[in-house]
């Protein structure tokens, strides 16, 4: 058995890695994801910048993109982020697939939440002579926020269950610990206690977004 | 002030095409409240949309203050629209944003300053006997108290014409009464053209100058509400007048 100071010692480092990562790469997957979502619901058929041809091509290219295993991926980005942080392990080395590999998951999460936004809101403002600009950034994206911030809960824990297998193939965090140490040295508390804090950061993640929508709903009077 | 010239307009098509506009002309004058009645798929959800192009026309003309309605570019109908309010059976009301910031949207993407959105935000709260309720949701309002909001909306912008699309088929008789009165007195006081269509010929008795009764895709009946009223033709108006009746004599029996 680790004592338990050692043990707390061996995860502070790793939780902070595991943090970072997942921040930044959730902040750089939405705003990538966030223009994606937002071209998908413009461009489909009856949006209010139709586009059959613009519109396939980001559908298919977002499916191809979400078909692919995030290790491949990982593996696959490995020169970019060579090229962008200069080296292909680590934590930082890891935003780069991780962030790359969620946009398209966003991209989904945020079109399905502008979709449930009623024609006829749309329609209304239509007829005040609003453009096509301000019905997405004034119209469509506010009244699909509570959608879009649980949308974003389950885009930001997904992010953090890819971060632990990042840690397979170099990748920092919580995951490359529970590898290291309980696989490789076969430490079973260690992996244990990883898991742990995995698991304590993932309700911390649900119960912030779960909060936050409620917090949208009731100021609206919506439930 | 809206002159409407044998227009058309074709769903689907083949087996399943539908005439909504079968050679529909209409003569509208400024200041008038101008109702369309007729049965669900009459065809006058799609004439009072085709005013503010939120329908596109297959052939024909209409003119509104002389500006050829489907002979503009985006931006041009956009301002067009601007001068164009309209209000719906549903109200469509922004649920993201307070009484007040629903009112002020179509001032802001017409480029109002701040300050003078909040003096006419809060003129048109008084208008709409809602002077209370700027801070609030939409969802915690009546669908009575929705509806003017909607109206100060649609008004805000000072236009010319107010459509209204099934404005009071959502609300009860007696709050149908009141949003009725509000209709009449901004055309009266603000001399603001209404085209309203409706499926109760107690709206069209209750403010309308003047009626056009459709049915199939074509307006069969035409004239001042008193003499349609007064000497009814078609078969469609003699029906929504004994309708009426009857219902009266229903309440009367109860």
Same mark, same amino acid.
């Given at each position: 058995m680790t004592p338990l100071n050692e043990m707390l010692q061996l995860l502070v480092i790793p939780t902070y890695e595991t943090l970072l990562m997942v921040t930044v790469s959730s902040l750089v997957a939405f705003l990538l994801g966030l223009p994606l979502g937002v071209s998908l619901y413009a461009t489909q058929e009856g949006g209010v910048l139709e586009n059959k041809y613009v519109f396939r091509i980001l559908d298919t290219l977002v499916n191809m993109c979400r078909s692919l295993p995030f290790i491949i991926l990982m593996i696959l980005l490995f020169p970019l982020s060579r090229i962008i942080v200069g080296t292909t392990i680590g934590t930082l080395a890891t935003i780069v697939p991780l962030s790359i590999g969620a946009s398209p998951f966003i991209g989904r999460v945020v079109e399905n939440a502008l979709n449930e936004v009623q024609g006829g809101i749309i329609e209304a403002v239509q007829s005040m002579g609003a453009s096509q600009y301000e019905i997405l950034a004034k119209v469509v994206i506010p009244e699909a926020l509570p959608g879009l911030v649980s949308g974003m809960t389950l885009a930001i824990i997904n992010i953090l269950g890819y971060s632990a297998m990042a840690g397979a193939i170099g990748g920092g965090g919580l995951g490359d610990l529970a590898i290291r140490f309980g696989f490789h040295r076969f430490q079973t508390d260690v992996l244990i206690a990883s898991v742990i804090v995995i698991v304590l950061l993932v309700q911390c993640i649900q119960f912030t977004g779960n909060k936050l929508t409620q917090i949208i709903y009731i100021k609206r009077a919506l439930k | 002030m809206i002159s409407i010239k044998q227009i058309t307009k074709t769903y689907g098509c083949g087996e399943s095409e539908v005439k909504a506009l079968n050679g529909v002309s209409l003569e509208i004058a400024k200041g008038e409240i101008y109702g369309v009645i007729g049965l669900s798929g009459a065809g006058k959800s799609t004439l009072i949309r085709t005013l503010n192009r939120l329908e596109e026309i297959d052939g024909g003309d209409i003119s509104i203050d002389n500006v050829?309605?489907?002979? $503009?570019?985006p931006a041009r109908l956009r301002a067009q629209r601007k001068k164009i309010g309209m209000i719906f059976q549903h109200f469509h $009301? $922004? #649920? #993201?944003?307070t009484v007040e910031g629903n009112i002020a949207f179509p001032l802001e993407i017409s480029g109002w300053s701040k300050k003078d959105i909040k003096t006419r935000v809060s003129r048109l709260l008084d208008l709409v006997g809602l002077p209370d309720k700027a801070l609030v949701y939409p969802n915690q309002l009546s669908g009575g108290q929705k509806q003017r909001v909607a109206i100060a909306r649609a008004i805000a912008n000072e236009p010319a014409l107010l459509l209204s699309d099934e404005a009071t088929s959502a609300l009860d008789p007696i709050t149908t009464r009141s949003i009725l009165s509000l209709l009449k007195k901004i055309n009266r006081d603000l001399g603001l053209t209404v085209v309203l269509i409706t499926h109760e010929m107690d709206v069209i008795e209750h403010i309308c100058d003047k009626v056009a009764v459709m049915e199939n895709g074509q307006v069969i009946e035409e004239g001042l509400v008193v003499d349609v009223i007064k000497n009814p033709q078609s078969h469609v108006t003699k029906a929504f007048l004994s309708g009426k009746k009857s219902e009266v004599n229903l309440h009367d029996a109860s």
């Open positions: - | 050829d309605v489907n002979n $503009l570019t $009301l $922004l #649920s #993201s944003r």
